[in-house]
């Protein structure tokens, strides 16, 4: 029988004893819930704020963040193709060596070193910038390259560097890349 009373005393047992756990464990649940809401008020708001000066929300800024990953260029296929200017082919793959003078490129702007190069005459230099010698990669390691484009890359440098040689000439699209004479419409259903 006392052993009966004994299990019912157990069930009601209560972790809180003292008047002092009371105490702590009701500001505890006043708190808790206090600090938490401000933390969470934190992170929420914290999501616009950024360091003073910082452009981070400008639009440009979440332009270039948002942007997609695989950002490509649709072009036709069967369209003409766009050349780069020497220009933009020496900015996107001559200038890695021939702007400081890497491995023993002739340097960009400096005459003295390209004057050599520059003696041989055009060809003998368009033949090296397409097919490579050396420490000279086949068009500058870039095979996508038009040669039209190493032409007109080994054109800007070399008249930035002492040369006065003539703009290449763009060349005329093969007989094949025309576009399809108005036959091709043919095959449609007649109305
Ligand atoms: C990896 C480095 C590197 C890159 C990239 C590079 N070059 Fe060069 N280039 C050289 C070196 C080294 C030489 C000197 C070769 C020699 O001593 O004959 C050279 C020489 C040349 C010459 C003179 C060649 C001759 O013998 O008459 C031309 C023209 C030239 N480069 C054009 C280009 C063009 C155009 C590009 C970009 C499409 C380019 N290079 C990219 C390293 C490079």
Redesign the pocket.
């Known amino acids: 029988m006392s052993n009966a009373q004994h299990t019912h005393a157990e069930g009601h047992e209560s972790p809180i004893r003292t008047p002092r756990q009371l105490i702590t464990l009701v500001v505890l649940a006043f708190l808790v819930p206090i600090i938490t809401i401000l933390l969470l008020v934190n992170f929420v708001v914290s999501g616009t704020k950024s360091n003073a000066g910082s452009d981070a929300q400008s639009p440009e800024a979440i332009i270039a963040r948002i942007k997609p990953v695989g950002d490509f260029e649709l072009r036709d296929a069967n369209g003409p193709r766009v050349f780069q200017t020497g220009e933009a082919?020496?900015k996107a793959?001559?200038t890695?060596?021939?702007a400081a003078g890497?491995?023993?490129?002739?340097k960009f702007g400096d005459s003295g070193s390209w004057a050599k190069?520059i003696a041989?005459g055009w060809d003998?230099?368009?033949q090296?910038?397409i097919h490579g010698?050396?420490?000279?990669?086949a068009?500058?390691?870039?095979p996508d390259?038009d040669d039209f484009e190493?032409a007109r890359?080994?054109a800007y440098?070399?008249n930035n560097s002492g040369g006065n040689f003539k703009e290449p000439e763009e060349p005329k699209p093969a007989a094949g890349d025309a576009p399809a004479p108005d036959g091709a419409a043919a095959d449609q259903p007649a109305k």
């Not at 010698?133 to 990669?137: D, N, Q, R, S, Y």
């Open positions: 082919v020496y793959v001559c890695t060596c021939h890497v491995a023993g490129a002739p190069f041989q003998a230099m368009l090296v910038a010698k050396g420490a000279m990669p068009k500058g390691g870039n390259l190493v890359a080994v440098m070399a």
